[in-house]
């Protein structure tokens, strides 16, 4: 681990995984630590292609630059989570509260399946948009293959059930724009806390504070090391590992110094798919602590109670 504190986010450096079978095991054991205790972690070295990455940045940027007219063409709606959504549009989707007051102005989409469905609701300014983010997506799903196999591999899972549980069939994306906040301006554009649905995300950070992770019952600052990914156990990984991930409530703050953008990855069940702890590790002594239900449930609960903390998660406890 690269530059560990105690109350820091863990640092893990993924060059290790294309070492020999020691370097693989000590990155390994690292990513399960870290699922198991804070639920987040940093990952360095994870070979996504910078250049690409810089350039999703300053194409969601450019749309966020758009005057409101050209954004509200893709803004959410009764039933439709996907577009642009802005605390101005509070209510709008139909969803109970699932904008809050306050909530930061943002853009969610799906990749993949990449499909006719799918491609609703990306913009068609900046021309390049969905290009750009098509070609991140693909990146980031390998990555998403390598970090998930890594942490069902140190479940005890065989190669077999490991290589059915990694392929990314399911992506969604969420793009959160802060603006720069200055200290006298009334408080405001927030990521509610809240714990992710999904199997994992891999979240771009721009190398600017303003994520907030609960560790212990206080919340706890991560600090992006330039150019890494922050990456965390969703619920639906913590339902299948049977509670030994830990998905973990967070939120994302403006910056007082400079603008934020994150793009935050959700790999995730397809929404037909059962959720529940794996077969393979449950016993006697390991009994199941969450029900089954299948995806699409889970996320229509998860809406109807906005972001707000782990209550989705909560919902399907049995222990
Ligand atoms: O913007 C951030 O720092 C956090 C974003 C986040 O948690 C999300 O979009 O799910
Ligand atoms: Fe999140």
Redesign the pocket.
């Known amino acids: 681990m690269v530059n560990q504190m105690e109350d820091e986010v863990p640092v893990i450096d993924f060059a290790g995984l294309e070492g020999d079978q020691e370097q693989r095991k000590s990155v390994s054991r690292q990513v399960a630590e870290a699922c198991q205790t804070w639920g987040f972690f940093q990952i360095v070295n994870h070979g996504t292609n910078p250049e690409l990455m810089k350039r999703s940045k300053q194409v969601s940027k450019e749309f966020f630059y758009l005057p409101e007219q050209e954004k509200m063409k893709i803004k959410v709606g009764p039933g439709n989570i996907r577009g642009w959504n802005h605390s101005k549009l509070t209510g709008a989707t139909g969803d109970n509260e699932l904008v809050k007051p306050d909530t930061?102005e943002?853009i969610f989409l799906a990749q993949f399946p990449d499909d006719e469905e799918n491609a609703k609701g990306y913009p068609l300014n900046p021309p390049s948009y969905r290009a750009t983010i098509l070609e991140y997506a693909g990146e980031i799903r390998t990555l998403h293959s390598k970090i998930l196999s890594v942490m069902w591999e140190m479940l005890g899972l065989s190669a077999e059930q490991v290589e059915k549980l990694i392929s990314v069939e399911h992506m969604t994306m969420?793009t959160?724009f802060?603006p720069l906040r200055k200290e006298s301006d009334p408080p405001g554009g927030v990521?509610h806390p809240?714990s992710?649905p999904g199997g994992i995300?891999i979240?771009l950070?721009d190398d600017v504070s303003?994520?907030q992770v609960k560790k212990d019952g206080r919340w706890v600052q991560v600090d992006p090391v330039p150019g890494a990914f922050i990456v965390n156990v969703g619920d639906s990984a913590e339902i299948m590992s049977n509670g030994t991930y830990k998905s973990v409530e967070?939120?994302?703050m403006p910056n007082q110094t400079q603008e934020?953008l994150?793009i935050?990855s959700f790999s995730g069940p397809m929404l037909e798919d059962e959720v529940g702890p794996l077969d393979e590790i449950l016993s006697e002594r390991n009994p199941p602590r969450y029900r089954r239900d299948i995806f699409r449930n889970y996320i229509r609960s998860f809406h109807m109670r906005g972001l707000d903390g782990k209550n989705g998660l909560d919902a399907y406890k049995l222990l």
């Open positions: 930061v943002h969420r959160n802060y990521c809240h992710d995300t979240l950070a303003g994520l967070h939120r994302g934020r994150t935050a």
